[in-house]
C-alpha cells in the first residue's frame, strides 16, 4: 500500500463533511483577535479583584467589631 501523491489526491471532496475550509488570517487579524482575548481577560480579573476587595472589607468590618467587644 502506498500514499496517494497530492496529483492523485481528489482536490473536489472535502476533508470533513461540515467543515469549514481553513482561510489565512493576516497578522493584523491575530493581534487584534489576541488584544480582544487579553483585554476579556482582564476585565474578568478586574471584576473578581472587585469581589475579592468587598469580602476583604467586610471581613476588615467584622474583624472591628470583635475587637471592640474584647
Known sequence: MTAQKPADR???SPQAPGRK?????SPVETILKERDKQRKKVADIKATLAEE???LQQ????AKIFNKKQ
Do not use: G, T
Request: no cysteine.
Open 10 to 12: 481528489p482536490q473536489d
Open 21 to 25: 475550509p481553513w482561510v489565512r488570517k
Open 53 to 55: 476587595e468587598q469580602m
Open 59 to 62: 471581613f476588615e468590618e467584622a
